[in-house]
């Protein structure tokens, strides 16, 4: 599966950003779907996961509220919608596809392909 990460942008602090990750190659709809996030100078950090069937998704408590993530299984896309940003959601963002499991969906090493990842930087 090749994944690619689009949507990333430069968007002062309160404006929104949809992030789109389209695969190419198979069908990830038999996948688990996630987004992380690297910040400059952090670790990856896990910022959501939508299930197989899309009947359950999970986020962080620091985006939870505000980032959405969706899939359409029809154009083998996955959405993470973004409102209300903060300086603090800058990052390069990666979408991942796995079967983790259930207890797991945060972890990165669940994850069998990534995305080259999309850059998100907000202005104060």
């Known amino acids: 599966v090749q994944l690619q990460a689009s949507g990333g942008g430069l968007v002062q602090e309160g404006g929104s950003l949809r992030l789109s990750c389209a695969a190419s190659g198979r069908t990830f709809s038999t996948y688990a779907v996630a987004w992380f996030r690297q910040a400059p100078g952090k670790e990856r950090e896990f910022v959501a996961h939508?299930?197989?069937?899309?009947?359950?998704?999970y986020y962080a408590d620091s985006v939870k509220g505000r980032f959405t993530i969706s899939r359409d299984s029809s154009k083998n896309a996955v959405y993470l919608q973004m409102t209300n940003l903060k300086p603090a959601d800058t990052a390069t963002y990666y979408c991942?596809?796995?079967?983790?499991?259930?207890?797991?969906?945060?972890?990165?090493?669940?994850?069998?392909?990534w995305g080259q990842g999309t850059l998100v930087t907000v202005s104060s």
């Open positions: 939508i299930r197989q069937s899309g009947s359950a998704t």
């Open positions: 991942a596809v796995g079967r983790p499991i259930l207890s797991a969906y945060d972890v990165s090493s669940m994850y069998y392909y």
